[in-house]
């Protein structure tokens, strides 16, 4: 197996927090979708060798016409349909990357990835088989009992805002992966807890950026705009 890379492009989300008619990924900032900032990115990217795109059913069209020709995205080599919650849809896209040494799981509802994100994350993959882009969080964290009182506040220092890419070998996360499909796991939130749980594998945090934001609510794409002004 060569050393390829692949990067799994996540846009099946439905978007509810959005209270938009239009999926969250494919709301236009400056007048594109989106999803077409990732795409670019990794489009752009010297070491990706292919895109897999993973789509809300019914949703492949759309994507292939209004989006990869559109945007002449030549990485693109295949889209599928994701499933009925996120790590449904990581699956599918881990299925459909078969032949890679380590693949980028990385949500579309992300439009800030940069080439030096990317890098970090190349180096720490290659280096650690495992890896998870965030960031030290900036604010005091509390966690709370079942009536809302703070039970413990824990140690700053420790804590991360966990972004995407998450990047692994490929061997290793097909494997967890099908683990978690044989087994009744609940409350699987990133491909990280994945490898974590699955095969008890610990996962580098590499450095990604504040602006690095997850597109979920109308705020942040107000923001969004804000940071791809020029």
């Not at 990604?208 to 942040?220: F, L, M, Q, R």
Request: glycine share 6%.
């Amino acid at each position: 197996m060569g050393e390829k890379h692949t990067a799994i492009v996540l846009a099946a989300g439905k978007g509810k927090r959005m209270n938009s008619a239009v999926q969250k990924q494919y709301l236009l900032i400056h007048g594109k979708p989106v999803l077409f900032y990732s795409l670019n990115v990794f489009e752009q990217c010297p070491f990706t060798d292919e895109i897999i795109l993973v789509t809300g059913k019914g949703e492949e069209s759309y994507c292939r016409k209004e989006i990869v020709e559109e945007y002449g995205f030549r990485k693109v080599k295949q889209i599928v349909p994701g499933g009925a919650e996120r790590y449904h849809s990581v699956y599918e896209g881990i299925k459909a990357a078969a032949d890679c040494a380590y693949v980028y799981i990385h949500d579309g509802a992300r439009p800030f990835l940069t080439q030096e994100i990317l890098e970090r994350g190349r180096q720490a993959v290659e280096q650690y088989g495992s890896c998870a882009v965030g960031m030290p969080v900036k604010d005091t964290i509390k966690v709370v009992d079942q009536d809302l009182f703070a039970v413990e506040t824990p140690t700053r220092e420790k804590l991360w805002l966990v972004q995407t890419p998450q990047i692994f070998s490929y061997e290793l996360i097909r494997e967890a992966y099908e683990k978690l499909m044989r087994s009744d796991q609940s409350g699987i939130t990133d491909d990280a807890m994945v490898a974590e749980r699955m095969m008890q594998k610990k996962v580098k945090m590499v450095e990604g950026s504040y602006k690095n934001i997850k597109i979920t609510t109308p705020e942040d794409l107000a923001i969004a705009e804000l940071f791809s002004e020029k």
